[in-house]
């Protein structure tokens, strides 16, 4: 498995639209665009910085992840994505390595990658992405 980079900071946002002025009139950000990704119940927002980007989430369900992770630990950080260079064999590498998963398949993200998350509990507390883009 070889981790290319810091592919994407998730943050979980309550007001997506409030959220992003923010970015745009404080941290002179441009908003790449704006996908709903159905399956996770998310709205997303990509804000390119430099080589990685800021992606803002909001739950487009009450019953969505990201709406669960707000209610329990309020807006902020959700997750650290890091693109690999073959996401089949780094979930290979982990499950053979004994790393708690929660995704054992890839599965389709936001900005058209294939992506899976392991478990905080096996990385000290942290939710990575591992992300893989073509």
């Known amino acids: 498995m070889k981790v290319l980079k810091v592919d994407h900071i998730g943050i979980a946002v309550s007001n997506l ?3 992003m002025k923010f970015y745009t009139d404080f941290l002179g950000l441009e908003c790449q665009g704006i996908e709903t990704v159905e399956e996770q119940k998310v709205k997303v927002a990509f804000f390119p910085v430099g080589d990685s980007e800021i ?3 909001e ?3 009450p019953d969505g992840p990201i709406a669960k992770f707000i209610e329990k630990n ?3 950080i ?3 994505a890091l693109r690999v260079d073959s996401i089949e064999g780094a979930l290979e590498y982990l499950k053979e390595s004994g790393v708690r998963l929660i995704d054992e398949k890839p599965r389709y993200g936001a900005g058209g990658a294939s992506i899976a998350f392991l478990h905080p509990k096996a990385t000290g507390g942290v939710l990575f992405e591992i992300s893989e883009r073509n």
């Open 59 to 61: 739950s487009t369900s």
């Open 17 to 19: 639209e409030e959220r």
């Open 55 to 57: 992606e803002l989430l």
């Open 78 to 80: 959700q997750h650290i």
């Open 74 to 76: 309020g807006e902020g």
